[in-house]
């Protein structure tokens, strides 16, 4: 079955950076688009980053664009979001995410806290 795994999360200050990773099995990796989704407290879900397959090129949501950037490995089935320049605002769930045959499929996030 589709697993996808989030790991990198924490508390960092406004400033700094941050790499987050998304392990991902069960289906063939390569030949998928992968997304990054943050959620903050009492905010709806927003989309930060898409990674094409099989070469990986990217697109950013304007608020990240310039500060984020992601990238994949298809020999480790893992997608990265590389998050520099951190700013309060910053602070979510983030979630890794693909569209397997029809279904979305998302990681359980992981937790990243830019504060002070």
Do not use: H
């Amino acid at each position: 079955q589709v697993q996808l795994v989030e790991s990198g999360g924490g508390l960092v200050e406004p400033g700094g950076s941050l790499r987050l990773s998304c392990a991902a099995s069960g289906f063939t990796f390569s030949m998928y688009f992968m997304k990054w989704y943050r959620q903050a407290p009492g905010k709806e879900r927003e989309l930060v980053a898409t990674i094409s397959p099989p070469g990986g090129s990217t697109d950013y949501a304007d608020f990240v664009k310039g500060r984020f950037t992601s990238g994949r490995d298809n020999s480790k089935r893992t997608v990265y979001l590389q998050m520099n320049s951190l700013k309060p605002e910053d602070t979510a769930v983030y979630y890794c995410n693909t569209n397997y045959r029809g279904l979305m499929y998302w990681g359980r996030g992981t937790q990243v806290t830019v504060s002070s």
